[in-house]
């Protein structure tokens, strides 16, 4: 079986590694391939596309800066991607059909460890992109209370806009100092330690947070846009804490059922204007360039949107 991711500045991206780990755990025979846009042409996205599906790929992810784009030059787009605006994942048959998993991924984790129970206390680690907002929002509507952890105060400003109670402010490079500081504001905030970690970045943050964790907490591993962190396990037996990771595909791929139900819970939620596609910035097909360059650079709140019409 052959998929792939498609992006730029991809290179360096661990997700092969993953997959195909996971690949032989199942016994799947499976290639995958980076597809590094970086040099090309605006619109060889859309001719590769369809080559990969003539290729025989059953499909591919789909990051920075085409989330949004896709979603034009698909032949079908599933509720959940029409909802928030952008797709990430796409599954090629006869036709290709985008999907989105940020949402169902967070709501995933957070029903598989607590329910309908509300945990407390959330601390999200890079809150201030767009899966750091859906984060925020979900976890609001579930009732929890929100700390927002970035790197800017307009990022922490952003976040308390859209529903953070609190908000702290890391430093991009952090020696031990800093992670002890880090550490202690999450514990001052959460009165001793937070109840749930949602980590986007790893990196040197990780430590840190770990050590603010209370007392059966739980640290769900998203991604690690910082790097991958080296974790002193002797601290989930102080904690009596538990890692998780947390990989939507295989969950997608296995639990259907469950993953329905969570489709379902998300759709009420948009209904009832709980939870919503967060777009801060709009650029007209002539200013693609534009748009690309902001993502490039790391100025980006939330999701940008290309308008294709």
Not at 22 to 34: G, N, R, S, T, V
Not at 153 to 171: S, W
Not at 203 to 218: S, T, V
Not at 219 to 241: D, Q, S
Request: aromatic residues 8%.
């Amino acid at each position: 079986m052959k998929i792939g991711l498609i992006g730029n500045n991809i290179s360096s991206s661990n997700a092969p590694d993953i997959h195909i780990r996971l690949a032989k755990i199942f016994q799947i025979p499976l290639e995958y391939l980076l597809f590094d846009l970086k040099d090309k042409e605006e619109n060889y996205f859309v001719v590769l596309l369809e080559e990969l599906r003539v290729a025989g790929f059953k499909g591919v992810n789909i990051t920075f800066p085409f989330k949004e784009k896709v979603i034009k030059h698909v032949d079908n787009v599933s509720k959940n991607s029409r909802n928030v605006g952008s797709a990430n994942t796409l599954i090629f048959r006869k036709k290709i059909t985008a999907q989105n998993t940020d949402y169902s991924g967070f709501l995933k984790t957070y029903n598989f460890h607590f329910g309908k129970n509300t945990p407390g206390t959330i601390l999200v680690l890079g809150a201030g992109g767009g899966l750091g907002i859906t984060a925020i929002h979900i976890a609001k509507a579930m009732g929890a209370r929100v700390i927002a952890a970035a790197s800017s105060q307009e990022k922490i400003d952003l976040c308390v806009k859209e529903g953070a109670d609190e908000g702290i402010i890391y430093e991009r490079d952090m020696d031990r100092d800093l992670q002890k500081k880090f550490s202690d504001e999450i514990k001052e905030l959460t009165g001793g330690g937070v109840d749930m970690i949602y980590d986007l970045v790893g990196g040197d943050y990780a430590e840190p947070a770990l050590r603010a964790i209370a007392r059966h907490g739980k640290y769900l591993v998203i991604g690690f846009t910082a790097g991958i962190p080296k974790m002193p396990l002797n601290l989930t037996l102080l904690k009596e804490c538990q890692i998780v990771g947390v990989f939507w595909g295989q969950f997608a791929a296995i639990d259907h059922a469950e993953n329905a139900q969570n489709f379902k819970e998300l759709f009420e939620l948009h209904a009832e204007g709980k939870i919503k596609p967060f777009v801060t910035e709009t650029y007209s097909l002539e200013e693609s360039a534009k748009a690309i360059k902001t993502l490039e650079d790391r100025k980006v709140l939330g999701k940008v949107v290309v308008n294709m019409e």
